[in-house]
């Protein structure tokens, strides 16, 4: 007979029952326990929070920092008529208010929130009154100083449970190590160690690694002899741009994505690969988690990643339909030595730092003992070429000193204006020479938007030109000279990356950088720099049980994936005899019939497999019953 759990997962997904850890960790969190679930991509992570929070009375708090997922997963539940919201930056005050008072007072199920909105005051206030069932935090590695992929902005969840000291806390990932998953129950205050572990063993996933001095003509090459759906990953934006170009004259369609295009031109490529109207997709990192397709056949790696964690996540996007795909790593010597430079880079010294952090006061006129508070844009181009700077280790320097407390740096803002109220409220309504459009405009922030004289609030100005009644570029200007009258501080609509002085500034030689700043962090991303390098230079252990060993799950040589490419040449000891054996066979260049290949004399397995992988490799072409050399395609111009 069917518990409630079974009954909740076919009412409204469908499922006859649960599949791996699910259960355990439903189970867990429904008595009330503080949980962490550490299930591969594509293991059915939301099942195991939608379930028992439709189980239990309250609103499950759902944290995760992507808004494409948070949208997507709000859409699917409502299509299943389960109630839910999302509250994300570029909503208006209003529409924030009527999804948290319907948390409240109404049936809402869940409450997606992006972690930077967790420290509002509007949302905490709030938050006081929200019947809790549980808070659910996805992506939970985000937490952790010690994995690939920290966000300062996570440390609020600790805080909120402070809020709701009673309510249990569901942490999910697809990527910790032992230390990782240690400190992501830390920092979200566990009661106590509960952790529920799904192998990250992918049976259907070949992970490869391709040791070429010629990645472009390798992408192609493996491209054109496989088929379906595929993702190149690339470090820098412009080498998507250039990849995407070259695969279109190739002749297979692609296209690229990264952080700096345009949110709406991101959707709709997004859109066309998941459709299948465009095969590749060339992406930067930025195309990571929150992924929903399903049947991608290939995911290649021009260049490497800065650790195991980030590759064993991009790479798991392939083959989550159960059925074979390749994770394909192109490396070569030059990977090594940008690997090893990268450290350098990212940990700049001391002296380097202190001088960014100097001529930064320099460039933006600030004295000793003034600036807190103040937020300026931040032209990196032109800071780097008044100072004869590297931008990339001027980026490295401004996250060492915000972590160190001295500034906030802003690298990647989403674009929307930013405003915030430089005098008092009451100083406001003494105004004197304020125009009727001028006072529409500042009524109209004043009534869709909390917080405005403590902190920069993001708005959406075309929202001020519909309650205003005024067009875009009045809006701009009244903001403009609102600002220039220091009655504001208004940040205009563009993507410049901004810096704030989070305390007052101080004579660069007093600058402290901590231990667990710079020491300790270099320290452990040095670990995950020679952890990638180590993976790819080893070709002795089966790769699966490489990156198994790597996420603390013990392997055996038993163990081995059978697929990967050192499974397949230790499997076949005589490959390469095979393979010029072959060769010399149909060098005339004639076809030959197959049973000519028996009287080569190896097991008959070995040569299917040799056969199939010169077939892929477009060494050679089968047709029916002949056999005949197949000339490597060249490159167009």
Not at 521 to 546: E, P
């Amino acid at each position: 007979m069917a518990d409630k759990y079974q009954e909740i997962l076919r009412t409204y997904w469908g499922y006859p029952d649960f599949r791996g850890i699910q259960r355990d960790i439903i189970e867990s969190i429904a008595r009330g326990e503080d949980t962490l679930g550490l299930m591969p991509t594509g293991g059915g992570k939301s099942i195991t929070f939608q379930v028992p929070a439709l189980a239990q009375k309250g609103v499950c708090i759902v944290v995760t920092p992507l808004i494409a997922l948070m949208k997507d997963q709000v859409q699917h539940l409502k299509a299943r008529n389960i109630l839910a919201e999302a509250i994300y930056t570029g909503l208006s005050r209003q529409e924030i208010l009527r999804i948290l008072e319907n948390c409240i007072f109404g049936e809402i199920k869940f409450l997606y929130v992006s972690p930077e909105r967790l420290s509002s005051e509007l949302f905490q206030t709030k938050l006081r009154h929200i019947p809790v069932s549980f808070i659910t935090v996805d992506e939970a590695h985000c937490i952790s100083q010690w994995g690939y992929d920290f966000r300062p902005s996570y440390l609020e969840i600790a805080k909120i449970r402070d809020m709701k000291p009673g309510v249990p806390v569901l942490a999910l990932t697809a990527t910790a190590t032992p230390d990782v998953v240690e400190d992501i129950q830390i920092q979200l205050h566990f009661k106590k160690q509960n952790v529920f572990k799904m192998s990250f063993a992918r049976k259907n996933l070949a992970y490869v690694v391709r040791t070429t001095n010629d990645k472009l003509t390798e992408m192609v090459h493996i491209l054109q002899c496989t088929q379906g759906s595929a993702i190149i990953y690339a470090r820098s934006r412009k080498r998507t741009k250039e990849m995407a170009e070259l695969l279109n004259k190739q002749g297979i369609s692609a296209t690229f994505y990264h952080a700096g295009l345009d949110s709406d031109v991101k959707d709709i490529r997004q859109k066309n690969w998941q459709n299948d109207e465009i095969r590749v997709m060339v992406a930067t990192n930025a195309f990571g988690m929150g992924i929903d397709k399903s049947d991608v056949r290939m995911v290649i790696h021009i260049d490497c990643p800065d650790s195991l964690e980030a590759y064993f996540q991009e790479a798991g996007r392939g083959g989550r339909d159960g059925e074979k795909a390749y994770a394909v790593l192109l490396y070569n010597q030059s990977d090594e030595n940008k690997l090893m430079k990268r450290i350098d880079e990212t940990f700049p010294d001391k002296e380097f730092i202190k001088d960014v952090y100097e001529h930064l006061a320099y460039f933006f006129q600030v004295a000793v003992g003034s600036g807190m508070g103040q937020t300026f844009m931040f032209e990196i181009e032109k800071f780097c070429f008044t100072y004869k700077y590297f931008p990339t280790r001027v980026d490295s320097a401004l996250r060492i000193l915000e972590r160190s407390g001295y500034i906030h740096y802003e690298d990647n803002p989403d674009g929307k204006a930013r405003i915030r109220f430089n005098i008092s409220r009451n100083d406001l309504y003494l105004l004197e020479n304020v125009s009727e459009k001028e006072e529409s405009v500042i009524t109209g922030l004043l009534r869709n938007y909390g917080g405005l004289f403590t902190d920069y609030v993001y708005i959406d100005e075309s929202l001020i030109e519909r309650v205003s009644e005024l067009n875009r570029q009045q809006v701009y200007m009244i903001l403009k000279n609102l600002s220039a009258r220091h009655i504001i501080d208004f940040i205009p609509r563009r993507k410049t990356p901004y810096i704030s002085y989070t305390r007052p500034r101080e004579d660069g030689f007093r600058v402290i950088i901590p231990e667990e700043v710079w020491e300790v962090r270099k320290k452990q991303f040095t670990a995950h720099i020679k952890s990638i390098i180590n993976y790819a230079k080893n070709d002795s252990i089966c790769r699966s049980r490489q990156l198994l060993s790597y996420f603390g799950e013990k392997t055996k040589m038993k163990d081995d994936c059978g697929i990967c490419d050192v499974c397949i040449d230790h499997k076949i000891p005589q490959k390469q005899t095979i393979i010029s054996e072959i060769l010399d066979l149909l060098k005339d260049g004639k076809p030959h019939d197959i049973t000519e290949l028996k009287q080569l004399k190896y097991d008959s397995e070995d040569m299917a497999a040799v056969l199939e992988e010169m077939v892929a490799e477009n060494m050679m072409n089968v047709e029916e019953d002949e056999i005949r050399l197949e000339p490597k395609p060249e490159m167009k111009p």
